[in-house]
């Protein structure tokens, strides 16, 4: 099993972080292997930036995505660049509230998750991007919640884990309640 | 300082560059001067921490001509010693790279490579200063190059280079493409007493017996560190076994030329380092190194399910250049593939040893590593 997954946004957003807890959570506090690449600009907030995860039972052999399984995108540029290399019936997370426009026709499991919203309510937007990894692991199964959470420990500062963590939990919370929409 | 802080044992999740300092450390690197450089700036940026903790020396220089002349200087203070760069400084340090051939200085340089000529593409990965690795420097004289296809091999080869360097007394190049540089995956670094490290060979003579070039039969000799109480001369001018200038003097030239070529070939068996897969039936072999080979394992894989009998000889060690081992499996296969991040450089190589069989180059320039179908498809037309 090789599962690719593709974090698109711009700089500021943790997109990169992102992509690191879920890498380290497969491959460090899991069993799995896994490699992480980042691209981004010169601007340290602001400019595109993404993020490639590639989490496999097995060797990665080759280490960059082509077609992405699942997508995060938290912003509209990243959404119009990447959405059409998701796989046919792929799952697509997305922060809506930044995605205004987004296609109709889309062949993919699309869960719509205002990760931004939930975050400035527990106090502090910087965490969106851990209310989308929470919500991450409520619709992929793919990943061992602890394991995602000793990964968010050991990566974001000490200060900020509890604050961090409620954030995962709320994502997850709100993905399950996607799933029984569904 | 305790020894977790030296060796960071246990698993981690770390980017090739910063996997390439714990090795350096690991190794027992307690020098590194440097001038940062994308994409090697985290190795400068790692080291800087890290010396401190391990009571090491961090210096950031004034340029990549500084770095070299700072290291050969530590090196001969006793002390391993190493720098990082990418292809513009790389070009800077060949003429002190030159006079670490000629001193036979123990030293590592890591060329975390990026798109070139020039200044070229500073945040893209290239393959484009692996002949410049060998012939950067004027003159004759033979290197050792390594080139990590992962984040582990970043670390297990800086290891190696340190090894390497001071077993042969030569410059040692950790030849890294900027995507295995920037690739984040898991290292696993094992506990201190299972790193093999490689002590310099010292003189077992008496000083006023010790001759500082003369050679033991390995064609390498024992080397006296300043302070150690030996009289030690060093100069990049062509020296005797003394280490004193002989400029006019054919012979000394020759057999001095002659044996820093000679003590990396006829070691050669013993420093190259290959991984093979699937080679025993093969009828077309792909040979890659770095991240080239990383797609090529793919490539091979597919060429397999597809019915090609397709196998890899991914070059751990790119100088010297394992000949033998080329031609042996030219003569095995009916094609050969040889895909790298360049626009054609150590293919020459390949199909020098090749001989008649067919060589298919794939270059490949602009930041995008090649694409495992990409490699199939050459793969597929190479044995029609």
Redesign the interface.
């Known amino acids: 099993m090789r599962v690719e997954i593709r974090v698109g946004g711009f700089g500021g957003q943790g997109i990169v972080r992102t ?2 807890i879920l ?2 959570a497969a ?2 506090y899991g069993d799995k ?6 691209s981004y600009g010169p601007e340290s907030r602001g400019g595109k930036c993404r993020s490639e995860v590639i989490i496999s039972d097995g060797e990665i ?4 995505v ?1 077609n992405p399984d699942i997508l995060i995108i938290m912003s509209q540029e990243a959404y119009l660049e990447y959405v059409n290399d998701l796989k046919e019936n792929g799952i697509l997370l997305v922060d809506s509230d930044l995605v205004p426009n987004q296609k109709k026709d889309l062949k993919a499991k699309v869960y719509e998750i205002p990760a931004t919203r939930i975050a400035e309510e527990l106090g502090n937007k910087i965490v969106a991007n851990v209310v989308m990894i929470g919500a991450f692991a409520a619709v992929t199964h793919l990943m061992d919640v602890n394991h995602l959470k000793e990964a968010i420990k050991s990566n974001v500062p000490k200060a900020t884990i509890d604050l961090n963590l409620k954030a995962f939990e709320r994502g997850y919370e709100y993905g399950k309640s996607l799933l029984k929409e569904n | 300082m305790t020894e977790q802080r030296t060796v960071l044992t246990g ?3 770390m980017q090739g560059d910063m996997a390439c300092a714990e090795g350096a450390i690991a190794a027992g690197c307690r020098f590194f001067a440097g001038y940062p450089i994308t994409p090697a700036t985290e190795i400068a940026e790692r080291m800087a921490r890290r010396m401190i903790e391990v009571g090491g020396i961090y210096v950031q220089m004034e340029d990549e001509l500084a770095s070299m002349a700072a290291i050969i200087g530590a090196s001969w203070a006793g002390v391993k010693a190493m720098t990082a760069t990418s292809g513009p400084g790389f070009s800077l340090m060949q003429e002190n790279i030159g006079l670490a051939a000629m001193t036979e200085t123990p030293c590592v340089v890591v060329n975390i490579m990026r798109g070139s000529p020039s200044t070229g593409q500073p945040t893209e990965p290239g393959q484009q200063d692996v002949m410049q690795a060998q012939w950067g420097s004027h003159g004759d004289y033979d290197v050792i190059a390594l080139a990590p296809a992962s984040v582990q091999e970043m670390f297990d080869l800086t290891i190696e280079c340190f090894n390497l360097s001071e077993t042969y007394r030569v410059p040692t190049f950790l030849l890294a493409d900027g ?1 295995i540089g ?5 290292v696993i670094i094992p506990p201190l007493e299972e790193i093999k490290v490689v002590k310099r060979k010292k003189p077992k003579v008496p000083p006023e017996k010790y001759i500082p070039f003369k050679p033991d039969d390995d064609l390498v000799p024992p080397m006296a560190n300043f302070g150690d109480g030996y009289r030690v001369h060093v100069t990049g001018l062509t020296h005797d076994e003394h280490g004193y200038p002989r400029t006019d003097d054919p012979e000394v030239q020759f057999k001095l030329v002659q044996r820093l070529c000679e003590k990396i070939r006829k070691n050669a068996e013993k420093i190259i380092k290959i991984k093979e897969l699937m080679l025993e039936d093969a009828e077309v072999a792909v040979i890659a190194y770095g ?1 080239a080979s ?2 090529s ?2 490539a091979v ?1 597919k060429a397999r399910e597809a019915g090609i009998k397709a196998g890899l000889l991914r070059l751990v060690t790119v100088w010297p250049f394992p000949e033998k081992i080329v031609s042996e499996i030219a003569n095995q296969v009916k094609a050969i593939v040889v895909p790298e991040m360049n626009y054609g450089q150590l293919v020459r190589e390949v199909e020098r040893a090749a001989k008649e069989t067919p060589v298919h180059f794939i270059p490949k320039l602009g930041g995008e ?1 090649h ?2 179908d990409e490699i199939f498809e050459v793969i597929r037309r190479a044995v029609k």
């Open positions: 992509g690191l890498a380290a491959c460090v292997n896994a490699v992480d690449t980042a052999d080759f280490p960059k082509e | 698993k981690h999740l995507f920037h690739l984040w995956e898991r991240i990383r797609a394992i793919s894989k590593p694409k495992p």
